[in-house]
């Protein structure tokens, strides 16, 4: 009897274990055996050069020194960084200011669903493809440029893909048009947290609605601030299809938009496991030292 | 504790079963590797019977027509990019049965079409690793043939991966008829012919007549010949047409084939990268008539490259083969220069190729004797030929065929305003040296031509670019140095 009461108890901890195999083993065969492989990778030769075959020959940290001796990395977490900046800054002001006008119940704000929905609809369409309507757009002879001469604004069509920060401005206006609705649904979220009764009391005291602004909202929305910023951090290192279809691979004009995944993509016409693995496992390092601080950041706020 | 182990046991089963049954394939697959390699060799020694038969008696007509050989395999698989090749065999391979748009059959033969798109590289990924696995497939998975193209031809020629057609059974007589660069490009290091092709891409100048009249009074392409003679004539002239409101070309990129067609020199040398002088030379010339306002920088087949397909674009010509003014400058179009017969053709300051696809067979297949009938039948077989051209006026590689149409008064092009450009053609493809091809043609070509855009853009300096240049072709080939 007493026995058939434990084994009904621990029947239940089977059956936990039971549910967790299917997420051990996507994760183990797509996500940790896929990682343990690139730093593997890593510390070989291995490349192709037609259809030879070259290596893998074991060469240590070789791949890395001459990665990071390669000033061009640089460059390219320059680019990377660059453009992530400038679709970041106009990202978090127009979510903010949104998030605040969509959280504010005294605004009454009508159509509100039929909004959240549209600012959102843009990250629903594939990056590639939206690169390709902006390079249609923006090309020499494109609707962009034919408008604009007509205005009178040009003379003759500006080549807004082979000047540097014109096709830098595009990408970080395509990635700022993608992702501000996601931001701004997290913001709001945030906003609702907040507690009315603070709102209520600042409102009796008579504050303003911008001192309400920032002397409540933002500080409280700090953690939501932070996890916003590091995983658009995280995001924006990985930045690749974007700049990828836009300039066609080239990060053109002169490699100013190349981002670091773009420049990892090159590695891979040769098939060059080792030096794309070493550039892998350095980005992974850098973005898991992001996250742990996100860690930190939300985690230690309850302690 | 025990129902710790038990549940731990029960999970291991669990994964250890996923598990086995990826190794139960692996297994199938290496257990079907012996039949496959001695099948393979098998018909390997009958394709080399066949062949030797044939040297005998080359006048046997009757053996052309049971194209399979017997105990040969049962399907033959093709790996192609588009359905060019495909069509060219439906409507013109004897014997040919279409079951759908992948799968048809010759005799008892099925024919497995496999089609990757070329996009950013698909195709020769698809292929570089079925060819990888060749020995260990199964011998109805193996390639049989596949197609290549000029310019990374000798990747695959340059290995043992593809066949020796003198294997097949096919002799130097029998290829007598083809022009000499289709054979260049598809022979290996030791001299040894890979692979054929039915169609010869030799390119011509096509520039729109009326511009011509307005500017040089003629349209006469012997006149207008006399004006784009060599470089240096080339360059006079696009100043006279800048004066007159046009662009000698669309782009830098259009001259680029007719000069890298005519280097003396290979891009690597001893693995060290290696300009050739007449490369330099359209940088030279490029960056002049760029910075004169006389030609653009386009990218090849963008919207804006294909803008002087119309009158509103202001261009005077475009550097390309037959199929280029046929199929691809919006002939089709109302109001194109193509459609209204405006366009002419000459042949322009150098002989110059571009395109065509090549018939390989890969090391290894089982088809031996059917692929041999096959790349005769499209490539020698002149009536078969001159069904091509009359069907889909395809330029093919066949010298008699093609010099008897080119003096052949009837024939006459609408896109070109009824002039017949064969012998133009005809002349071109004669002159053509392909002796410095290397493996690394199609990285190289790409390369420069993006990095020499920056330096066009004026994004650069010519070192600059160069840098630029060497970075990306080392990225390719991590081998090479420069």
Redesign the interface.
């Known amino acids: 009897m007493k026995n058939g009461k434990r084994g009904k108890v621990v029947s239940y901890n089977k059956w936990g274990y039971i549910f967790l195999i299917p997420f051990i083993v996507v994760y183990l065969v797509f996500q940790f055996i896929p990682l343990i492989t690139t730093v593997v990778n890593s510390l070989y030769e291995n490349y192709r050069s037609g259809l030879t075959q070259i290596g893998p020959n074991f060469i240590g940290f070789e791949n890395y020194v001459s990665i990071l001796k390669n000033k061009d990395l640089w460059t390219y977490t320059q680019n990377t960084l660059i453009m992530w900046v400038m679709g970041f800054v106009p990202q978090i002001l127009v979510s903010l200011l949104l998030g605040a006008w969509f959280s504010n119940p005294s605004l009454k704000l009508k159509g509100q669903r039929f909004f959240k929905t549209v600012i959102y609809l843009p990250n629903l369409i594939m990056a590639s493809a939206f690169a390709m309507l902006f390079f249609t757009l923006f090309s020499d002879s494109g609707p962009i440029n034919s408008i604009l001469v007509q205005l009178g604004i040009f003379d003759q069509p500006f080549k807004f893909l082979s000047n540097i920060w014109s096709t830098r401005t595009l990408v970080a206006l395509m990635n700022f048009l993608m992702w501000f609705g996601n931001t701004t649904i997290l913001l709001m979220a945030g906003m609702m947290g907040v507690d009315t009764a603070l709102f209520e009391a600042a409102e009796v005291d008579g504050a303003t609605s911008s001192q309400v602004f920032f002397k409540i909202t933002l500080p409280l929305l700090r953690p939501i601030m932070v996890y916003v910023m590091i995983t658009s951090l995280i995001g924006g290192l990985q930045m690749f299809d974007v700049p990828q279809i836009l300039t066609s691979g080239t990060g053109d004009p002169m490699r100013s938009t190349m981002t670091l995944i773009m420049y990892l993509n090159r590695h891979l016409f040769s098939k060059n496991y080792g030096m794309a693995g070493a550039l892998s496992v350095l980005l992974f390092i850098v973005t898991g030292i992001l996250s742990v601080i996100v860690y930190k950041m939300t985690n230690g706020k309850e302690e | 504790m025990k129902?710790?182990l038990?549940?731990?046991l029960?999970?291991a089963t669990?994964?250890t079963g996923?598990l086995t049954g990826c190794g139960g394939t692996t297994e199938e697959q290496t257990g079907g590797q012996t039949p496959a390699e001695s099948t393979s060799s098998a018909g390997n020694t009958e394709a080399d019977a066949p062949a030797a038969g044939n040297e005998e008696t080359p006048a046997a007509d009757d053996a052309e027509a049971p194209a399979v050989g017997e105990g040969e395999g049962k399907v033959l698989n093709i790996y192609c990019w588009n359905d060019e090749f495909y069509r060219r065999v439906r409507d013109h391979y004897p014997g040919y049965t279409e079951v759908d748009t992948t799968h048809g059959t010759i005799g008892d033969v099925s024919v497995v079409w496999n089609i990757t798109p070329n996009a950013d590289?698909a195709y020769q990924n698809n292929l570089?690793e079925t060819?990888?696995k060749q020995a260990d497939a199964a011998t109805d998975d193996k390639i049989d043939l596949f197609l290549i193209e000029a310019d990374y031809a000798l990747?695959?020629v340059?290995?043992e991966?593809t066949m020796p057609v003198a294997d097949l059974g096919i002799t130097e007589s029998d290829l007598a008829n083809q022009y000499q660069y289709t054979k260049d490009i598809v022979t290996d290091s030791n001299g040894v012919l890979k692979g054929v092709s039915w169609q010869g891409c030799p390119g011509v100048m096509f520039y729109s007549r009326e511009v011509a009249k307005e500017v040089f009074g003629t349209d006469e392409p012997s006149e207008i010949q006399n004006y784009v003679k060599d470089w240096d004539t080339f360059n006079e002239t696009a100043k006279t047409l800048k004066d007159a409101g046009y662009q000698i070309a669309s782009s830098a990129n259009d001259t680029y084939r007719v000069y890298s067609n005519n280097v003396t020199s290979k891009w690597v040398v001893d693995g060290k990268i290696n300009i050739d002088a007449n490369i330099m030379k359209w940088v030279e010339d490029s960056k002049a008539l760029v910075d004169a306002g006389e030609i653009?920088?386009?990218?090849l087949w963008?919207?804006?490259w294909s803008?002087g397909f119309y009158p509103d674009g202001k261009v005077f010509a475009y550097f390309g083969p037959a199929w280029l003014v046929n199929f691809s400058m919006a002939a089709d179009k109302e109001g194109s220069i193509g459609n209204l017969g405006g366009w002419a053709a000459t042949e322009g300051p150098q002989g110059f190729f571009w395109g065509g696809t090549w018939i390989c067979a890969a090391a290894g297949t089982d088809n031996a004797s059917l692929i041999k009938d096959i790349m005769l039948q499209l490539t020698t077989n002149e009536e078969i030929m001159k069904g091509i051209v009359v069907k889909d006026d395809d330029f093919v590689n066949n010298k008699p065929a093609m010099n008897a149409m080119a003096e052949d008064a009837s024939y006459s092009s609408k896109i070109l305003g009824g002039q017949n450009p064969l012998a133009m053609y005809c002349a071109g493809v004669e002159s053509l040296d392909l002796s410095n091809l290397s493996?690394y043609d199609q990285?190289c070509n790409e390369e420069f031509q993006?990095a020499m855009?920056?330096y066009f853009?004026g994004?650069?300096d010519l070192d600059?670019a160069l840098d630029?240049f060497y970075?990306?072709v080392v990225?390719?080939?991590?081998?090479l140095t420069y």
């Not at chain 2, 990225?475 to 081998?479: D, G, R």
């Open positions: 129902r710790k038990l549940s731990v029960l999970a669990m994964v996923m590289n570089d060819l990888l990747k695959y340059d290995t991966y653009g920088t386009h990218t963008s919207d804006d803008k493996i990285g993006n855009k920056n853009d994004n650069t600059g630029l970075k990306a990225e390719k080939y991590p081998e």
